[in-house]
């Protein structure tokens, strides 16, 4: 049973440039959250997302920053722009249930974000 | 406010000995859920333990235990007889059933653990 996927691990742009980061959440999980680490930081909260459906998206910065989780693919996390700021180990995770407190969320290994 | 607060940002421990991982939180919320992560120099965030705002004992899981004092509002870490692959940052976090959104986790700064010969 596969874990979460992201991909790619690492990715460098330039500023300017538009970053795009995708997850596969683990097999039967329809519920995927995208999480910021700034270096030396803890992680921070940006979107969560279901099925074609944008549930929270309190964490995300207003402009440049977008995320989708179509039908069929993967959640895409897309920075437009990208300013050295953007630098960061950006994680998604994902559960098959948002019911409760209990249940775990399951991370993906990272894509490391390096903005030059 | 801070929700959760770690404010050891580094530990030293002796191999085969046990470490505490101080973590404290702050809620309204009657039913929440706490978790430990570990994030080797690798990168990938690892799941540890988890414990429930209702659950009666301590959460265990091998040599990791979870020291939760609820009217102190704290949730420490506890590794017994520590190896070198302890060696990591950990972070706890929070999960509120009611608060917001109830599906996102809130992190700690963490803890960046030493385990020395």
């Known amino acids: 049973n596969a874990g979460v996927m992201q991909n790619p691990r690492h990715l460098v742009r330039r500023r300017g440039q538009e970053a795009r980061l995708r997850c596969s959440p683990m097999?039967?999980?329809?519920?995927v959250y995208w999480y910021r680490q700034l270096p030396e930081e803890g992680l921070k909260f940006m979107v969560y997302l279901q099925k074609e459906n944008i549930i929270d998206e309190s964490g995300m910065p207003k402009e440049r920053f977008s995320a989708e989780f179509p039908k069929e693919g993967p959640s895409i996390l897309r920075i437009q722009q990208v300013v050295r700021g953007d630098s960061a180990a950006y994680f998604c995770?994902?559960?098959?249930?948002?019911?409760?407190?209990?249940?775990?969320?399951?991370f993906g290994p990272g894509t490391r974000l390096t903005v030059t | 406010a801070q929700k959760i607060t770690q404010t050891q940002p580094g530990m030293f421990v002796q191999e085969k000995e046990a470490v505490t991982l101080d973590c404290t939180y702050d809620t309204s919320d009657p039913s929440y859920g706490l978790f430990w992560y570990k994030q080797p120099s690798s990168g990938e965030m690892i799941f540890l333990i988890y414990?429930?705002?209702?659950?009666?004992q301590n959460a265990t899981e091998g040599r990791y235990s979870l020291n939760f004092q609820k009217a102190r509002k704290s949730a420490n870490l506890v590794i017994s007889a520590s190896q070198l692959g302890d060696s990591a940052m950990y972070f706890c976090a929070m999960r509120e059933e009611y608060t917001g959104t109830a599906s996102k986790l809130t992190f700690g700064t963490g803890t960046r653990l030493q385990v020395t010969l």
């Open positions: 097999k039967g999980h329809s519920h």
């Open positions: 414990q429930g705002s209702y659950d009666q």
């Open positions: 995770a994902s559960s098959p249930t948002d019911r409760g407190s209990s249940y775990e969320q399951y």
